[in-house]
């Protein structure tokens, strides 16, 4: 089952879906299904000028790098889901806490504004170490709760730290960095068949 009969056959089970909502890796996935702008508007209750004009401000054509990936995806189903399949269990069994704490601070914090904000000398060489280690330590802590599962603590700390920055704008997705490494990924493999 594609990403769009798995959406097709939430929605025939009462599931609503948003189209304010949607992100552009959801509308990305389901473009390069391929998808017409139709059958998106279909799903989501909205005119093709709506899909249209999302796809155009998010600059998803035909042609583009990730309509390779998503072709190769669809034409490779069983390498994709091999491959994804042999991620979790590597992730799963033998997490390194260490290196994914490390590597989760560099792809969400390191690697951000707070880089410039060091860069332009409003953050010394020693709170750059205090606040890297400050997110290390509590990455390794929520990823060390995921590898034993312990969902109880976790929804804990959500509950107790929800009440915290209600007036911030709405979370939205933001997988460019992931997009890009995935497409160069499968670049190579393509170039290496």
């Not at 996935?29 to 899909?51: A, H």
């Not at 205090?130 to 330590?137: A, Q, T």
């Amino acid at each position: 089952m594609n990403y769009y009969e798995e959406l097709l056959k939430r929605k025939e089970n009462g599931e609503i879906f948003n189209f304010d909502n949607i992100t552009k890796c959801q509308l990305e996935r389901l473009f390069y299904t391929p998808l017409s702008d139709e059958c998106i508007c279909r799903l989501y209750d909205v005119s093709k000028s709506e899909v249209r004009k999302k796809r155009y401000e998010w600059n998803i054509k035909f042609g583009s790098s990730k309509h390779g990936y998503y072709k190769f995806e669809r034409e490779n189903k069983d390498i994709f889901d091999d491959l994804n399949k042999k991620a979790k269990d590597i992730l799963l069994k033998n997490i390194n806490i260490n290196d994914l704490s490390k590597a989760l601070t560099h792809y969400v914090f390191r690697n951000g504004p707070v880089e410039d904000i060091h860069a332009n000398g409003q953050l010394s060489q020693e709170d750059m170490k205090v606040l890297n280690k400050y997110m290390v330590n509590k990455f390794a802590g929520l990823l060390d709760l995921i590898r034993n599962e312990e969902w109880l603590k976790i929804q804990l700390m959500i509950e107790f730290n929800r009440i915290y920055g209600k007036e911030w704008d709405n979370a939205t997705y933001d997988l460019d960095d992931i997009d890009c490494l995935c497409e160069n990924f499968i670049l190579d493999v393509i170039s290496n068949r």
